[in-house]
């Protein structure tokens, strides 16, 4: 059983009980967590990480909250936030260090700023380093993996590095379901930083255009199938605008459920399947979910 005071006494860090997890998602959804807590160092989560285990209680890391669905109900377990104590970054030459909790964003203007290119098309990406990582994040072309050297993990029993081949990357996903991500060093060329700047600009410019950006959402919510687009699939079944509760298709881009009106997690699920359903009839193409779903019986199934 979880006891705060025997927490206290290792982990320097801040605790929350019944902490509301709406508030740290970018689709502002989401029960609350029977604890929260917030490492302030590699120390301090190790420490957290081992007394969880050895008492058998769950636990989920999250940052940014990008990327993510967590049910009404909450998470029987505990929340970790790795957002606060992991934001360091370090350039060296050709070779950056970033610690998990630095949000992607900043990744790419420090890497911009030292004249180091390549990783300004992830501009953008909402979220965190170690999510955008643990799911291969990309956009217009790139992806997280492009760049990496090694990444450094804690799994439950040690922190140790694995090589970019080690991670399994494939298309919005790895092989590091189950490892907490603590950093990763990247390796990128140096080249024109105006030119940097211009392009992320130009990208920016791009995805405010034609994503949803004014309403909270969790980005794309498909994968793409091979060879298409979620978005077009979704659009061509005639989906966009349709509303549950306070969860709409975003009439932006198909591939976005958006907010708009203290939606329910329950109303975006109901979504998620209608929109499969859709697909599946006119396409016979099944839609595959890309945000992770936290906190839902195992019987539902998108």
Do not use: W
């Not at 109900?73 to 370090?90: D, H, T, V």
């Not at 997690?265 to 945000?291: C, R, T």
């Amino acid at each position: 059983m979880f006891s705060v005071e025997k927490v206290r006494k290792f982990f320097k860090g801040n605790i929350s009980i019944s902490e509301p997890l709406s508030r740290f998602t970018t689709f502002r959804i989401g029960g609350p967590a029977d604890y929260y807590l917030e490492p302030l160092d590699r120390e301090d989560l190790v420490n957290l990480i081992k007394y969880l285990n050895e008492i058998g209680y769950p636990f989920i890391i999250i940052g940014n909250g990008s990327n993510i669905l967590i049910s009404d109900e909450g998470i029987r377990g505990a929340a970790i936030n790795l957002e606060f104590g992991f934001n360091k970054i370090e350039v060296s030459k050709n070779f950056v260090f970033a610690e998990a909790g630095i949000k992607l964003s900043k990744l790419v203007d420090v890497c911009i700023e030292n004249s180091l290119v390549g990783i300004e098309n992830l501009a953008g990406i909402p979220g965190t380093l170690g999510g955008a990582i643990l799911m291969n994040a990309g956009a217009y072309g790139g992806e997280i993996s492009d760049y990496i050297l090694k990444v450094e993990i804690f799994d439950g029993e040690k922190i140790r590095f694995l090589s970019k081949e080690e991670c399994g990357f494939a298309y919005r996903k790895s092989n590091l379901e189950g490892k907490i991500i603590l950093s990763a060093e990247f390796q990128l060329q140096t080249g024109d930083k105006e030119k940097a700047k211009a392009r992320r600009k130009e990208l920016l410019l791009k995805r405010n255009q034609s994503q949803p950006v004014e309403l909270p959402n969790a980005g794309s919510i498909f994968k793409n199938p091979p060879d298409d687009f979620a978005a077009r699939l979704i659009e061509q079944a005639g989906l966009k605008g349709l509303t549950v509760g306070g969860a709409k298709v975003s009439e932006k881009h198909a591939n976005f459920i958006v907010n708009f009106n203290n939606a329910s997690a329950n109303d975006v699920l109901e979504l998620m399947k209608i929109i499969q359903e859709s697909v599946y009839q006119k396409f016979g193409i099944v839609l595959e979910p890309e945000i992770k779903m936290v906190g839902f019986s195992k019987d539902v199934k998108v």
